[in-house]
Each structure stands twice: as C-alpha cells, then as structure tokens.
C-alpha cells in the first residue's frame, strides 16, 4: 500500500519567516508527486512534481523532489498570514491514478 | 474558469437514511475520483471512474456505490447511512488523454452530517 508521511505536524512561524515542510513517500511505481493547499475548504492544486532535481516555482512557493531519496520538500519564503492552510502531499502510482495522501503540515503564520 | 461542481454543498440524514451526492467535473475532463475526508484526517480515495468506466476503488464500503454517466457527471450513492458517515466528501476531476500525468483538480466539497 502506498505510503506517505508528511513533516512537521504542523508549525507556528511568523510573518517573513520561511518555512519548509516535507514529504516522504513509499508507492509502487511512482508516477507523480502533488501538493496541495487547503484552508476551510477543498484542497487547492499548487504543484506537480514527476522528474527529480527540477524545482518548481510560483510566486513565494517552491518546490523539488528527489526520486532516488523518496523525498519531496516545499518552501514558501516571507510567509504571510493568508500562507496560513494545511498542506497536503499526495502521490500517485503508475498502476492507478489514485491520489494516496499524507496527513499533511499545519503551517500557522501569526502577523 | 470553470471548476468542479458539487451538489449539495450540505446534507444531513439521520442513521438509516440513503444519501446521493453529485459532482460535475471540468469541462472537458474525462475522470472522476471520489474522497472522503474525516474530521481532521487527509482525504482517502474511495473510487474513480474514467470514461464512465470504474477505474480503480479504494477503501468505499459495500454500502457506498458510484457511477459516471454519459455527460461525465459523477454520483456517489451512500445507503443504510451510519454516524462514522459524516465527513466532507470531495469529488476531483483530471483529463487523462493521452498524458501520463493529470493533476486532480478538487471541487467544494459536500458536508455529510448523519445524526
């Protein structure tokens, strides 16, 4: 069964702080990595990692996977109160395309 | 843009009850994939369906069953409702095509509450 574990729990940091959360994954046949932002509601799309050593950027978000350690870290710089949300990690197998999720980071950003 | 629709955005049924839940995808989406998310747990996948074909199924009891119809729309169908039911129920939709990577896109949600 795929596998995934999400670190820290969760966080408290201040407003300019950069924060970086990680994921780590056991699946059969690796196909992709996602993560995923979500505050009261359902979880928001932020980025989809499939080739290791390649970071993705958007805005204050990044992110980069290595496939060789298993392992996929996503840093937001000078975090600000609206970075505040869980932050999902998922992955998806080759054999399916089923999401199988980590239980996520709670990053709190205090002004 | 156009996102996923769920309907509705809030249900409450007593133990025993049936329930049905509908997700329109993206347009032009060909997949559908149903979640079940706790309070305070990460979502869990429970079926999906790919060209109105069930494509893969998850942790969905007996009770739960599901279908895509020929405009895409999804239903999942939940009966002999229990209190361990409640949970936000998140309908997702992806095109495959020919790609061999389609991001998820999640839709509201429905809030179940079963009393």
């Known amino acids: 069964e795929d596998k995934v574990v999400q670190s820290p729990l969760s966080l408290v940091v201040h407003e300019g702080d950069t924060v970086t959360l990680n994921c780590s994954y056991e699946?059969?046949?690796?196909?992709?990595l996602l993560w995923y932002k979500q505050e009261k509601k359902a979880p928001t799309f932020l980025f989809m990692l499939?080739?290791?050593?390649i970071e993705k950027k958007s805005g204050r978000l990044s992110s980069i996977l290595d496939k060789k350690e298993l392992f996929s870290i996503l840093n937001i710089t000078a975090t600000q109160t609206g970075d505040s949300a869980v932050y999902l990690c998922?992955?998806?197998?080759?054999?399916?395309?089923?999401?199988?999720f980590g239980a996520g980071t709670t990053v709190t950003v205090r002004a | 843009a156009a996102g996923v629709i769920q309907s509705p955005r809030h249900l409450i049924k007593e133990k025993r009850e049936t329930a049905t839940l509908k997700c329109y995808p993206i347009p032009r989406h060909d997949t559908v994939y149903w979640y079940q998310q706790g309070p305070g747990q990460d979502p869990q996948f429970l079926i999906s369906f790919y060209e109105k074909m069930q494509s893969d199924k998850g942790s969905i009891p007996d009770r739960f069953s599901a279908q895509q119809f020929s405009d895409y729309h999804s239903e999942l169908n939940m009966s002999s409702l229990e209190l361990g039911d409640s949970a936000l129920y998140f309908c997702?939709?992806?095109?495959?095509?020919?790609?061999?990577?389609?991001?998820?896109?999640f839709g509201p949600g429905t809030r179940l509450t079963v009393l």
């Open positions: 499939t080739s290791s050593g």
């Open positions: 699946v059969t046949n690796f196909r992709s």
């Open positions: 997702a939709s992806s095109f495959k095509g020919t790609s061999p990577y389609n991001e998820q896109f």
């Open positions: 998922a992955v998806e197998g080759s054999n399916d395309y089923k999401l199988s």
